[in-house]
């Protein structure tokens, strides 16, 4: 069974601070990696999909990188902003077509 | 264009009864994914469906728990007998196909008392 981590659990930092999520999974074998955006009350939003075959996505302040050997993937926030703040989830998808699984995510407070 | 829906919004029931929840994936996506995320919990997968193939139902938490998708488009989660243990939030996504970047509605608030 994949075992996702999200490493810290929660995170508060000023506004305009550049800040880094972690996630790690135990099964490399992996197809691709997404990370997600939940809002409190809300459905997730796609942020990156990161195929396994690349080692780095972006979108505006948004970079994400993958290490499948080690099983790790970073999610780097540029001048993070208060509409940032949300719960940051990873799921690293599997290539066997079989389940799929999420970390416990980060909640992120970017105050003002 | 119109995300993936979902409904009721909201579903409050007895222990015991039987509920229906219903997911519209986007269109012309051939993947279809349930999960449901209890209170301060993670996302736990439920089951997918891709195109016509029969979904592995190894994932459903007990043989309470039903899904189908019918015609490739809108599916429904069924939950007969409802306990209080399966209150949570149940998340609908789909995508262009399976592995593709999965899109996910608002979920649906199940409150069983």
């Known amino acids: 069974k994949q075992e996702v981590t999200q490493i810290p659990a929660a995170l508060s930092v000023p506004e305009g601070e550049n800040l880094v999520l972690n996630c790690s999974f135990t099964?490399?074998?992996?197809?691709?990696l997404q990370w997600f955006r939940q809002d409190p009350g809300k459905g997730l939003t796609s942020l990156l999909l990161?195929?396994?075959?690349?080692r780095e996505q972006t979108s505006g302040r948004l970079n994400a990188s993958l290490d499948k050997s080690s099983g790790r993937s970073t999610l780097y926030i540029a001048a993070s902003q208060p509409g940032d703040s949300a719960t940051y989830l990873c799921a690293p998808l599997p290539d066997n077509f079989n389940k799929f699984y999420f970390g416990s995510g980060t909640k992120l407070n970017v105050k003002p | 264009g119109a995300g993936v829906s979902q409904s009721p919004s909201n579903k409050v029931t007895e222990k015991g009864k039987d509920v229906e929840l219903r997911c519209d994936p986007i269109?012309?996506?051939?993947?279809l994914y349930w999960y449901r995320q209890s209170l301060g919990q993670g996302l736990e997968f439920l089951i997918y469906f891709q195109g016509n193939s029969a979904p592995d139902k190894s994932g459903l938490p007990s043989d309470r728990f039903s899904a189908e998708r019918t015609g490739g488009s809108v599916s429904t989660l069924t939950i007969q007998r409802t306990q209080q243990e399966d209150s949570a939030v149940y998340l609908c996504?789909?995508?262009?196909?399976?592995?593709?970047?999965?899109?996910f509605g608002p979920g649906t608030r199940l409150t069983v008392t």
């Open positions: 099964d490399s074998a992996i197809y691709n």
């Open positions: 996504a789909s995508s262009f196909s399976l592995l593709y970047e999965q899109y």
């Open positions: 990161i195929q396994s075959s690349q």
């Open positions: 269109s012309g996506h051939t993947a």
